[in-house]
């Protein structure tokens, strides 16, 4: 069983930032590749940004270059740096990390509850 706590979210101007901040506890042997996805009411859920357990991470085109996703294995935590945030950016903001409960077993995806994100003047 794995729990998520995520935080940060909120409402931003065009141009400003946000930090989101994932955490996940619970019973399971280890987390693998961690990462953060968005969703409006009219588009499906999308790739924001995922990174590796040894750190390599890839972004969706529309974020590059503006927000920086990072991650604390000891803490089981993953991080969104949002900086230059757009209106478009607005949505609400899934983490998700792939879980492996048991020796042998598979690393299956999880998800957050969600944070919602504002950007607007």
């Known amino acids: 069983q794995v729990q998520f706590v995520e935080s940060g979210g909120g409402s931003a101007q065009p141009g400003g930032s946000l930090r989101l901040s994932c955490a996940a506890s619970?019973?399971?042997?280890?987390?693998?590749?961690m990462g953060w996805y968005r969703q409006t009411p009219d588009m499906q859920r999308e790739l924001v940004a995922t990174?590796?357990?040894?750190?390599?991470?890839t972004y969706a085109d529309s974020v590059k270059g503006r927000f920086t996703i990072s991650r604390d294995n000891a803490k089981n935590t993953v991080y969104l740096e949002m900086n230059t945030l757009k209106p478009e950016d607005t949505a609400v903001y899934f983490c998700?990390?792939?879980?492996?409960?048991?020796?042998?077993?598979?690393?299956?995806?999880?998800w957050g509850q969600g944070t919602r994100i504002t950007v607007s003047s």
């Open positions: 619970g019973s399971f042997r280890g987390i693998g590749a």
């Open positions: 990174i590796t357990i040894a750190g390599t991470t």
């Open positions: 998700n990390a792939d879980v492996n409960f048991y020796i042998g077993g598979s690393y299956l995806p999880h």
